[in-house]
């Protein structure tokens, strides 16, 4: 009996002191110059202050290893970030007292690649959180297809809705009164010429008989 007791105040207190790191995603996709957000969580203790929180995340590779993120005693040290992430890491402050590491790499580039790790140290526990990200280059990604918007040529032409040039159109008004008054003065002139034309034989033939 005395052994089953102590052996639940053992389980209880250290189950009570398990500080656990956990990760909001296991595998991350983006594209690069694109914006990405990772994100941890872990353990917290209401009678902890954040200035004994300590947090190391750092980028490994098959090539190297970079440091994304420092924070001595609740405060960042942007002197030991690498390089690599000067000028495009932020974090978010007011989430940390809940027990959430939250940052933002912005411009995301293909090296930024690898297994992020985060390391969190309190004064009642330490323990690591990991995960992948993957950067893929723009060009790498599928072009959606786009529909043929080409329609093929048309065989049978559409009606001409241009007429030809009418040649035969017919006579304006005042063109047919012109060729009445030319019809008119010709004829005028014709009966003139057979008048005079019959005058002049009259004459001729009296002029004949004396």
Known sequence: MICSILLLIILTSCVSGTFVVNVTQTSYQAEENHDITLEWTFTTNPHSSSNSLNIFCELITDLRSSVLFHLHKGVEVPESQD???????????????????????SRLRTEDSGLYVCKVFTSYGSNSGRCWLNVTAARDRPEPETPNTTSPPNTTSPPNTTSPPNTT???????????????????????????????????LSRNQDF
């Not at 495009?88 to 790499?105: A, S």
């Not at 030319?182 to 005028?188: K, N, V």
């Open 83 to 105: 390089e690599q992430f000067a000028g495009r890491v932020q974090w978010d402050k007011d989430v940390l007292r809940e027990g959430r590491l939250r940052l933002h790499v």
């Open 169 to 203: 159109s017919p006579q304006q008004p005042e063109s047919r009164g012109r060729i009445g008054l030319y019809c008119g003065l010709g004829l005028t002139a014709a009966a003139l010429l057979a008048g005079c034309f019959c005058i002049f034989r009259h004459f």
